[in-house]
Protein backbone atom coordinates (compact mmCIF):
# COMPACT_ATOMS: atom_id res chain seq x y z
CA UNK A 1 0.00 0.00 0.00
CA UNK A 2 3.00 2.38 1.15
CA UNK A 3 4.50 1.89 -2.23
CA UNK A 4 1.51 3.32 -4.39
CA UNK A 5 1.18 5.83 -2.14
CA UNK A 6 4.66 6.96 -2.52
CA UNK A 7 5.50 6.21 -6.36
CA UNK A 8 3.11 9.14 -7.00
CA UNK A 9 4.68 11.95 -4.33
CA UNK A 10 7.25 12.93 -6.62
CA UNK A 11 7.86 15.96 -5.02
CA UNK A 12 10.50 17.69 -2.49
CA UNK A 13 8.71 16.26 0.68
CA UNK A 14 8.54 12.49 -0.71
CA UNK A 15 10.44 11.88 1.61
CA UNK A 16 9.35 13.13 5.03
CA UNK A 17 7.95 11.07 8.00
CA UNK A 18 9.43 7.72 5.73
CA UNK A 19 12.36 5.89 6.54
CA UNK A 20 14.64 4.14 3.48
CA UNK A 21 13.06 0.71 4.62
CA UNK A 22 9.17 2.29 3.81
CA UNK A 23 10.21 3.80 0.59
CA UNK A 24 12.35 0.44 -0.46
CA UNK A 25 13.40 -0.05 -3.95
CA UNK A 26 11.08 3.29 -4.89
CA UNK A 27 12.73 5.73 -6.81
CA UNK A 28 11.65 9.39 -5.14
CA UNK A 29 12.73 12.25 -7.37
CA UNK A 30 13.41 15.30 -4.55
CA UNK A 31 13.96 18.32 -6.66
CA UNK A 32 15.46 19.98 -9.63
CA UNK A 33 19.31 20.65 -8.33
CA UNK A 34 21.45 17.21 -7.52
CA UNK A 35 21.84 17.42 -3.73
CA UNK A 36 25.11 18.48 -2.86
CA UNK A 37 27.17 19.57 0.23
CA UNK A 38 28.19 23.27 0.49
CA UNK A 39 31.83 22.41 0.57
CA UNK A 40 31.52 19.76 -2.57
CA UNK A 41 34.14 20.99 -4.54
CA UNK A 42 36.66 22.15 -1.54
CA UNK A 43 38.91 18.83 -1.98
CA UNK A 44 40.52 18.78 -5.60
CA UNK A 45 40.00 15.66 -7.70
CA UNK A 46 43.35 14.09 -7.19
CA UNK A 47 42.59 14.43 -3.52
CA UNK A 48 38.93 12.55 -4.01
CA UNK A 49 40.48 9.99 -6.01
CA UNK A 50 43.06 9.32 -3.17
CA UNK A 51 40.05 9.03 -0.84
CA UNK A 52 37.39 7.12 -3.10
CA UNK A 53 40.81 4.52 -3.60
CA UNK A 54 40.92 4.08 0.16
CA UNK A 55 37.51 3.37 0.96
CA UNK A 56 36.87 1.32 -2.20
CA UNK A 57 39.60 -0.99 -0.78
CA UNK A 58 38.11 -1.02 2.36
CA UNK A 59 34.91 -1.81 0.92
CA UNK A 60 36.32 -4.78 -1.39
CA UNK A 61 38.19 -5.95 1.94
CA UNK A 62 34.81 -6.15 3.91
CA UNK A 63 33.63 -7.93 0.83
CA UNK A 64 36.49 -10.75 1.72
CA UNK A 65 38.00 -9.92 -1.73
CA UNK A 66 42.06 -10.47 -1.90
CA UNK A 67 43.76 -7.08 -2.55
CA UNK A 68 46.73 -8.52 -3.20
CA UNK A 69 46.12 -10.18 -6.03
CA UNK A 70 46.79 -8.84 -9.67
CA UNK A 71 43.32 -8.98 -11.14
CA UNK A 72 41.65 -6.63 -8.03
CA UNK A 73 44.66 -4.75 -6.83
CA UNK A 74 44.56 -1.82 -8.84
CA UNK A 75 40.91 -1.86 -8.70
CA UNK A 76 40.05 0.42 -6.11
CA UNK A 77 42.45 3.65 -8.05
CA UNK A 78 40.54 2.12 -11.22
CA UNK A 79 37.05 2.81 -9.74
CA UNK A 80 38.11 6.39 -8.08
CA UNK A 81 39.23 7.59 -11.61
CA UNK A 82 36.31 6.56 -13.22
CA UNK A 83 34.02 8.08 -10.55
CA UNK A 84 35.72 11.45 -10.61
CA UNK A 85 37.41 11.86 -14.34
CA UNK A 86 34.45 10.06 -16.29
CA UNK A 87 30.75 8.37 -14.75
CA UNK A 88 30.45 11.24 -11.91
CA UNK A 89 32.18 14.19 -13.93
CA UNK A 90 28.51 16.00 -14.71
CA UNK A 91 28.89 17.06 -10.85
CA UNK A 92 31.95 19.66 -11.09
CA UNK A 93 30.22 22.32 -12.83
CA UNK A 94 33.93 22.91 -14.09
CA UNK A 95 33.54 20.06 -16.65
CA UNK A 96 29.95 21.80 -17.88
CA UNK A 97 30.77 21.92 -21.57
CA UNK A 98 31.30 25.62 -23.08
CA UNK A 99 28.43 25.90 -25.45
CA UNK A 100 28.53 28.98 -28.58
CA UNK A 101 25.48 29.95 -29.81
CA UNK A 102 25.30 31.37 -33.63
CA UNK A 103 22.21 33.61 -34.99
CA UNK A 104 19.59 32.17 -37.21
CA UNK A 105 20.87 33.16 -40.47
CA UNK A 106 19.03 30.39 -42.45
CA UNK A 107 15.56 31.44 -40.86
CA UNK A 108 14.56 28.04 -39.56
CA UNK A 109 11.51 28.66 -37.83
CA UNK A 110 10.58 24.98 -37.10
CA UNK A 111 11.56 22.15 -34.39
CA UNK A 112 14.85 20.95 -34.43
CA UNK A 113 14.95 17.91 -32.94
CA UNK A 114 18.52 15.78 -31.90
CA UNK A 115 17.07 12.13 -31.37
CA UNK A 116 18.98 8.97 -29.68
CA UNK A 117 21.28 10.81 -28.31
CA UNK A 118 23.36 8.00 -26.26
CA UNK A 119 22.62 8.08 -22.67
CA UNK A 120 24.73 6.79 -20.02
CA UNK A 121 23.88 7.65 -16.24
CA UNK A 122 24.02 6.19 -12.80
CA UNK A 123 21.14 5.72 -10.38
CA UNK A 124 21.79 7.74 -7.22
CA UNK A 125 19.69 4.87 -5.49
CA UNK A 126 21.89 1.46 -6.58
CA UNK A 127 24.62 3.00 -8.29
CA UNK A 128 24.58 0.86 -11.05
CA UNK A 129 23.45 2.41 -14.71
CA UNK A 130 20.61 3.98 -16.29
CA UNK A 131 21.36 2.95 -20.00
CA UNK A 132 18.96 4.75 -22.80
CA UNK A 133 18.09 7.27 -25.77
CA UNK A 134 17.54 11.10 -24.95
CA UNK A 135 15.71 13.15 -27.91
CA UNK A 136 15.75 17.26 -27.33
CA UNK A 137 13.92 19.65 -29.59
CA UNK A 138 13.61 23.44 -29.47
CA UNK A 139 12.24 26.36 -31.55
CA UNK A 140 14.73 28.82 -31.72
CA UNK A 141 13.90 31.87 -30.50
CA UNK A 142 16.65 33.67 -32.82
CA UNK A 143 19.87 31.90 -31.40
CA UNK A 144 21.22 28.61 -32.67
CA UNK A 145 23.14 25.91 -30.76
CA UNK A 146 25.62 23.61 -32.17
CA UNK A 147 24.26 20.18 -32.67
CA UNK A 148 26.77 18.13 -30.65
CA UNK A 149 26.39 20.65 -27.84
CA UNK A 150 22.91 19.21 -27.66
CA UNK A 151 24.72 16.24 -26.75
CA UNK A 152 27.13 17.35 -24.61
CA UNK A 153 24.75 18.86 -22.81
CA UNK A 154 22.80 15.64 -22.17
CA UNK A 155 26.05 14.19 -21.15
CA UNK A 156 27.31 16.44 -18.55
CA UNK A 157 24.09 15.98 -16.62
CA UNK A 158 23.84 12.20 -17.57
CA UNK A 159 27.39 12.31 -15.72
CA UNK A 160 26.16 12.45 -12.01
CA UNK A 161 24.22 10.28 -9.64
CA UNK A 162 20.72 10.39 -11.05
CA UNK A 163 17.12 10.08 -11.15
CA UNK A 164 15.57 9.91 -14.54
CA UNK A 165 13.05 13.10 -13.61
CA UNK A 166 15.76 15.26 -12.14
CA UNK A 167 18.23 14.74 -15.10
CA UNK A 168 15.24 15.40 -17.75
CA UNK A 169 13.95 18.35 -15.90
CA UNK A 170 17.91 19.86 -15.84
CA UNK A 171 18.80 19.01 -19.47
CA UNK A 172 15.39 20.95 -19.95
CA UNK A 173 15.73 23.72 -18.08
CA UNK A 174 19.56 24.16 -19.15
CA UNK A 175 18.69 24.22 -22.72
CA UNK A 176 15.59 26.59 -21.92
CA UNK A 177 18.75 29.22 -20.14
CA UNK A 178 21.26 28.52 -22.96
CA UNK A 179 18.71 29.35 -25.74
CA UNK A 180 16.76 32.04 -24.07
CA UNK A 181 13.32 30.28 -24.57
CA UNK A 182 10.57 28.11 -23.41
CA UNK A 183 10.42 26.30 -26.38
CA UNK A 184 12.12 23.52 -25.25
CA UNK A 185 11.55 19.17 -25.17
CA UNK A 186 13.45 16.66 -23.79
CA UNK A 187 12.26 13.12 -23.77
CA UNK A 188 14.38 10.40 -21.90
CA UNK A 189 13.64 6.74 -22.77
CA UNK A 190 16.17 4.14 -20.91
CA UNK A 191 16.55 1.23 -18.91
CA UNK A 192 17.26 0.77 -15.25
CA UNK A 193 19.68 -1.66 -14.59
CA UNK A 194 18.37 -1.81 -10.64
CA UNK A 195 15.49 -2.98 -12.38
CA UNK A 196 16.51 -4.80 -14.70
CA UNK A 197 19.48 -6.87 -13.48
CA UNK A 198 18.54 -7.09 -9.85
CA UNK A 199 15.41 -6.07 -7.40
CA UNK A 200 12.40 -7.02 -9.59
CA UNK A 201 14.25 -8.49 -12.74
CA UNK A 202 12.40 -7.18 -15.26
CA UNK A 203 14.40 -6.95 -18.25
CA UNK A 204 11.77 -5.65 -21.02
CA UNK A 205 10.41 -2.65 -19.12
CA UNK A 206 11.93 0.59 -19.54
CA UNK A 207 11.14 4.53 -18.28
CA UNK A 208 10.69 7.19 -20.32
CA UNK A 209 10.19 10.55 -18.84
CA UNK A 210 9.23 13.80 -20.71
CA UNK A 211 9.63 17.82 -20.79
CA UNK A 212 7.35 19.90 -23.36
CA UNK A 213 7.97 23.79 -22.08
CA UNK A 214 6.28 26.68 -24.24
CA UNK A 215 5.09 25.97 -27.62
CA UNK A 216 5.91 22.28 -27.15
CA UNK A 217 3.24 21.78 -24.88
CA UNK A 218 0.56 21.60 -27.29
CA UNK A 219 -1.28 18.10 -28.72
CA UNK A 220 -0.38 19.04 -31.81
CA UNK A 221 3.39 19.59 -31.19
CA UNK A 222 3.80 16.55 -29.02
CA UNK A 223 2.57 14.40 -32.08
CA UNK A 224 5.10 15.90 -34.05
CA UNK A 225 7.66 15.66 -32.01
CA UNK A 226 6.89 11.84 -31.47
CA UNK A 227 6.21 11.25 -35.23
CA UNK A 228 10.24 12.79 -35.59
CA UNK A 229 11.37 10.15 -33.39
CA UNK A 230 9.80 6.87 -33.91
CA UNK A 231 12.24 4.49 -35.35
ZN1 LIG B 1 18.02 2.31 -8.55
Given at each position: MKT????????E?????????????????????????????????T?K??????????????M????????L????????????????S??????K???A??????????????????L?SN????????I??A??????SG????L?K???????????????????????N????????????V????????V??R?????T???????????????????????????
Amino acid sequence: MKTETLQVKTNEKALNGFTIDDIGDDHLYTGLKTPLKKDAFKLSDTKKKERIAILFEEIMEVMGLDLTDDSLKGTPQRVAKMYIDEIFSGLNPKNKPKVALFDNKYQYNQMLVEKNITLYSNCEHHFVPIIGKAHVAYISSGKVIGLSKLNRIVQYYAKRPQVQERLTNQIANELKTILDTEDIAVIIDAKHLCVSSRGIKDETSSTITAFYGGAFNTPQKILELQNYIKN
